[in-house]
């Protein structure tokens, strides 16, 4: 069963046209998170989520942002996408972490953006 | 800043073969996540490990979690074209991970 939804897997672009990649869950986790992953590298935490607070990474360039209307649903908005945007956005979702249970992330199977 | 370095960073080996990857941490892990991302996907879980001296099985994969909680290592017994994938290792802070440089592994039939 898919818990973590991603779309769309594919997602192509022009340079400089605004974009959205959606992600869901049915875990209802109270964390989200967006990360860019370029090839063969790690993600990269562009920022998240703790229910509606939001939490951007310092270096997150100010071309993305992100909404979460609920629980289930987040986000990703690529205002003016350039060129070095093209990669794989990966979502994902815990539970809270706690001093004495550190909760795993789940992650959903990605969108790979392409920037003409 | 905490960095995680994995190696080797890249591996190729002929099926019914084993190997061992290992991740390293420049501190003290707070729990310790292995993931495996097949190309055009996400990471998935493999296994968490907490307790410093551990060892977790998961049929052919063996994981160990260094005494000191600053390492850890995969080892992967008859290897299959299926354990192809990047192979990443992860410390879990309170809301933030912090992964490794990665491990790709290629599995060839």
């Known amino acids: 069963d898919a818990m973590v939804i991603q779309n769309p897997r594919y997602q192509v672009t022009q340079f400089g046209k605004p974009v959205t990649l959606s992600c869901s869950q049915t875990?209802?986790?109270?964390?989200m998170y967006w990360y860019q992953q370029k090839s063969s590298q790690a993600p990269k935490l562009l920022f998240h989520?703790?229910?509606?607070?939001?939490?951007n990474e310092a270096d997150t360039p100010d071309n993305f942002q992100s909404r979460r209307p609920n629980t289930s649903f987040c986000f990703l908005d690529i205002r003016s996408p350039g060129l070095g945007d093209a990669a794989m956005y990966l979502c994902?979702?815990?539970?809270?972490?706690?001093?004495?249970?550190?909760?795993?992330?789940?992650f959903g199977d990605g969108t790979r953006l392409s920037i003409l | 800043t905490q960095l995680l370095e994995q190696s080797p960073q890249f591996l190729s080996i002929q099926e019914g073969e084993n190997l061992t990857v290992y991740c390293n941490s420049s501190?003290?892990?707070?729990?310790l996540q292995w993931y495996r991302q097949e190309p055009g996907e996400g990471p998935v879980l493999l296994v968490t490990?907490?307790?410093?001296?551990e060892v977790k099985k998961l049929k052919r994969l063996t994981f160990q979690f260094g005494d000191a909680r600053k390492d850890s290592s995969l080892h992967i017994t008859a290897a299959q074209t299926g354990d192809t994938g990047l192979y990443l290792c992860?410390?879990?802070?309170?809301?933030?991970?912090?992964f490794g440089t990665g491990t790709r592994l290629k599995v060839l039939a």
């Open positions: 994902a979702t815990s539970r809270v972490s706690t001093r004495y249970s550190n909760q795993p992330q789940h």
């Open positions: 490990v907490v307790t410093g001296g």
């Open positions: 989520y703790y229910d509606k607070d939001f939490n």
């Open positions: 992860a410390d879990s802070g309170t809301y933030k991970y912090i």
């Open positions: 875990l209802n986790h109270n964390v």
């Open positions: 501190s003290v892990f707070s729990s």
